[in-house]
């Protein structure tokens, strides 16, 4: 088996959605090579080479895979959380050994939505960047009109991995 374990190393009650959960999961083997034939094979992921990182949704949760550790936002609950990533170690096996039918893709396939960078934010509505939401902030940040920067609570080390997703998917797109 190419993967062994995703393990849950960290969970939090989600800002925006305070009946659901956000975590951390670290996982058993390294999946970079992965990547490209889960990005043909998920069907709305995007896909940054560089970061490298995958990010994806499996219903209102939102996914971003580095090569040995994950996050998901808006899981309903632990339980709920560990099934998604049992599905996920599932297809990360499956993918890995039909890779010969896979033709891998290393490019972004789908322009980001305002939900996932939204997803991406500390999403207290802080207003520190001028803009009256969060919400707001993720839709100007998508068209170029706003800089990443100007979130301050971001770049605390309580959002390292969310920043890195984001910066990731900017410097993909933009
Ligand atoms: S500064 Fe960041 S956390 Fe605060 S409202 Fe703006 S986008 Fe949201």
Known sequence: MF?????????EQC?????KIRLKAELTSDVTEVMPYLNTVIKNAIFNR???LLSFTREFRLMVLYPQ????????????ARQILEWLKDLINDTWENRSSITPNFEKKIKPSVPQFYSWLPRTNCRQCGEASCLAFAALLLTGRQSIENCRPLFTPEYVKEREALTGVLN???
Do not use: N
């Open 50 to 52: 560089y970061a490298p």
């Open 172 to 174: 993909a797109i933009l």
């Open 3 to 11: 993967l062994e374990e995703i393990y849950i190393t960290h969970t």
């Open 69 to 80: 550790s994950l996050t998901m936002a808006k899981a309903v609950d632990r339980a709920d």
């Open 15 to 19: 800002i925006a959605e305070r009946d």
